[in-house]
């Protein structure tokens, strides 16, 4: 059983930037990793997945340019850096798991998931 811990999620201004960090109990090597978040009254969305060995990653197209996902296997975790955040990025924040190489980010492909992480941008 993969264990999922998010971290690093906060209250910002419009424009900052923040690093999630999602931390697994076990080997994450075998596992694609993505980033899913909720807004208040809104569904669940992808906002960007990388495959098991990170040579691959999506994004949504509302965090195209501004979020980077990376991965460091060597200490199971994976990160999310946003910049140029912007109020409507509000929203918690989940890590998600799926064994396997592939970047593709699908909730209902997703095995595994962490508790989430708020993020809120506001002047």
């Known amino acids: 059983q993969l264990q999922l811990v998010e971290s690093g999620g906060g209250l910002v201004q419009p424009g900052g930037s923040l690093r999630l960090s999602c931390a697994a109990s076990g080997f994450l090597l075998d596992y694609g990793v993505g980033w899913f978040r909720q807004a208040p009254g809104k569904e669940r969305e992808g906002v960007s997945c990388?495959?098991?060995?990170?040579?691959?990653?999506n994004y949504a197209d509302s965090v195209k340019g501004r979020f980077t996902i990376s991965r460091d296997n060597a200490k199971n975790t994976v990160y999310l850096q946003m910049n140029t955040l912007k109020p409507e990025d509000t929203a918690v924040y989940y890590c998600a798991a799926r064994s396997g190489y592939s970047s593709r980010c699908l909730q209902y492909d997703m095995n595994y998931w962490g508790q989430g992480t708020p993020v809120s941008v506001s002047s």
């Open positions: 990388i495959s098991s060995t990170g040579d691959s990653t």
